[in-house]
């Protein structure tokens, strides 16, 4: 009895370990094939970015999303910017068409005052493919969302969270154009 015990118990490690071994295999093997990023390759080796017009009362919106939108192109990095639209592939049309801003919270002491706002930034994007003349897609919109709190003042808070709306709706613009359509 004694003999047939011990001879169960290393069966039963070597099953253990066995089955351990097969799951570490099955896991590696999975992780085998991994590539970082998203695994989309766009069908244009070069971009031009036209520079971002405004149809809001934004003042220096422009400037700002222009900014962010080539940055994040140029950290992404599965295209190259050129700097005129005769070198390359294809080009990217970005215009703000919407600006604006929603009450989320109210104060304590003056329920009529805002203490919190949503603050919106819309754009529609076109992306021509210069090689053959073809759009492809045309007013596409895009849109960020980011909190403002007012405790500082509202044009200050404002003030101080445009870039970060604008490089998130960079983020998105950069998405919606490199991105599987």
Not at 5 to 29: H, M
Not at 71 to 100: K, P, W
Request: hydrophobic share 45%; with cysteine.
């Amino acid at each position: 009895m004694a003999a047939s015990r011990l001879i169960s118990i290393p069966r039963a490690r070597l099953a253990v370990i066995a089955w351990l071994g097969f799951i570490g295999v099955v896991t590696l093997s999975g992780c085998a094939n991994y590539r970082l990023g998203t695994g989309a390759t766009p069908s244009f080796a070069t971009l031009y970015v036209e520079p971002v017009a405004n149809q809001t009362l934004l003042p220096q919106g422009q400037a700002i999303l222009s900014t962010q939108i080539r940055e994040s192109f140029l950290r992404d990095g599965r295209v190259t910017l050129v700097n005129s639209a005769e070198q390359a592939d294809a080009t990217l049309t970005i215009t703000i068409s919407d600006y604006h801003r929603e009450v989320a919270a109210g104060r304590a002491d003056d329920t009529g005052l805002a203490r919190k706002f949503n603050v919106t930034l819309g754009a529609v994007c076109t992306l021509q493919d210069r090689r053959n003349g073809k759009a492809i897609f045309t007013l596409r919109p895009v849109q960020a969302v980011r909190e403002v709190f007012t405790d500082s003042g509202q044009l200050q808070a404002e003030y101080q969270t445009l870039p970060l709306l604008a490089e998130a709706l960079a983020v998105k613009v950069l998405h919606a154009t490199l991105d599987v359509w």
